[in-house]
């Protein structure tokens, strides 16, 4: 999965020569080598709030962004063998990086050379509010971000980009 912090290094050589190249994003050197992508959403949250219906709407829309900014096409599938696989999980889930319950590290995503799959903590409280709220965790937004990284895309280190390293500020 892709940790979510950023080189507080600013002398750094490669910091500074990211702050001359103004650097919105970072393709880590993998990427899928078809256009046309699949997904399914194979676990789904079990805590009450959001719906399957509401999960793939949002799911759906993540994707759209994606799919707006790049050559890629993204196709939904129920079952079989997809590009990338979506799972809410709790804790240990077989992939060497638990969540860790409420708060904290929301999601992680795998590059393309690593499968690409996108997992989301089941222990938060997921909410379709497109707001700054303490009432959750925007789910379009975290999920558009990690979406990203399925893509092969790392972190910008421009704050307010969507592909920022810390989202503390996006719940």
């Given amino acids: 999965g892709v940790k979510d912090i950023i080189e507080d290094d600013e002398d750094s050589p490669r910091s500074r020569l990211a702050h001359r190249r103004g650097k919105r994003y970072a393709l880590q050197g993998s990427r899928w080598r078809v256009k046309n992508l699949t997904y399914k959403i194979s676990k789904y949250p079990t805590k009450r709030g959001l719906s399957k219906r509401e999960v793939d709407d949002t799911m759906l829309k993540a994707f759209q962004v994606w799919e707006k900014e790049t050559d890629l096409k993204f196709e939904r599938r129920d079952s079989g063998k997809v590009h990338i696989e979506i799972r809410f999980e709790k804790r240990n889930h077989g992939d060497d990086d638990p969540f860790d319950g409420e708060g904290g ?20 409280n997921w909410t379709l509010d497109q707001t700054n709220s303490n009432d959750g965790s925007r789910l379009l937004l975290v999920a558009t971000h990690e979406l990203g990284h399925a893509l092969g895309i790392g972190h910008s280190e421009k704050k307010e980009a969507l592909m920022a390293p810390s989202h503390d500020e996006w719940k």
């Avoid at 050379?113 to 089941?122: K, P, T, V």
């Fill in 105 to 124: 590290q929301r999601a992680h995503a795998f590059f393309p050379r690593y499968g690409g799959d996108a997992h989301f903590d089941d222990d938060e």
